[in-house]
């Protein structure tokens, strides 16, 4: 079985700073790392993912994750945060079936909130 | 780009009525997975179909059941309502082989 732990569920930080959400995973197998991001009454949207190859993923707006086998996280960075940022977050895994994908296991999520 | 339809978006029904929820997948993609999001919790996997067979089943409860049709959309259909049952209710889908999710809008359901 998989868990995922977000050990911050809110964090506030100000406009243009850095800031780091926290996941860590727990697995017997092989497994998929992912984070989604949603924002207030939306859906889930896929921010960025892990499947395999370099560790360290990026997105389109400035996040990125870097996987670290021997400590199993999954930490989301941005160096930079604007307004627009503020939602929540939740990191996610699913197990690698061989390289077929099953169901997604989620964190309880991290709310950001980037203040002027 | 076409993405995941979930109807309807609200959804209001007292308890002991019965639901249905549907999902229209991205075109060409053959899974589907349904997901229960409480309020202000995280989203609990409930069941998930490959090439309109069951795939993989979570925490869905015997008064759910869900199919996979022909053109693949998906229905949850949800009977004996409770007001626990009151959430956010996402379909995903992929296409096999390509390990990412696309998730629909969500349906609310309120249960009163």
């Known amino acids: 079985a998989q868990s995922v732990t977000q050990l911050d569920s809110q964090v506030p930080v100000f406009e243009e700073a850095p800031v780091e959400l926290r996941c860590n995973y727990s697995?017997?197998?092989?497994?998929?790392l992912f984070w989604y991001v949603q924002y207030p009454n939306q859906g889930l949207q896929l921010l960025l993912k892990?499947?395999?190859?370099?560790?360290l993923v990026e997105s389109i707006n400035g996040f990125e994750a870097e996987f670290n086998k021997s400590q199993t996280s999954f930490h989301l960075r941005k160096p930079s945060v604007h307004i627009s940022d503020t939602a929540e977050y939740f990191c996610a895994v699913s197990p690698n079936y061989g390289g077929s994908q099953g169901n997604l296991i989620f964190g309880k999520g991290t709310k950001l909130s980037v203040k002027p | 780009a076409a993405g995941v339809i979930q109807s309807p978006r609200h959804l209001i029904k007292e308890k002991r009525e019965t639901a249905t929820l549907k999902c229209y997948p991205i075109p060409r993609h053959d899974t589907v997975y349904w997901y229960q999001q409480g309020p202000g919790q995280d989203p609990q996997f409930l069941i998930s179909?490959?090439?309109?067979?069951?795939?993989d089943k979570g925490s869905i409860p015997d008064r759910f059941s869900a199919q996979q049709f022909s053109d693949y959309h998906s229905e949850l259909n949800m009977s004996s309502l409770e007001l626990g049952d009151s959430a956010l209710y996402f379909c995903?889908?992929?296409?096999?082989?390509?390990?990412?999710?696309?998730f629909g809008p969500g349906t609310r359901l309120t249960v009163t």
């Open positions: 892990y499947l395999s190859g370099s560790t």
């Open positions: 697995s017997s197998v092989s497994v998929y």
């Open positions: 995903a889908s992929s296409l096999a082989g390509f390990n990412e999710q696309y």
């Open positions: 179909f490959y090439e309109k067979m069951q795939s």
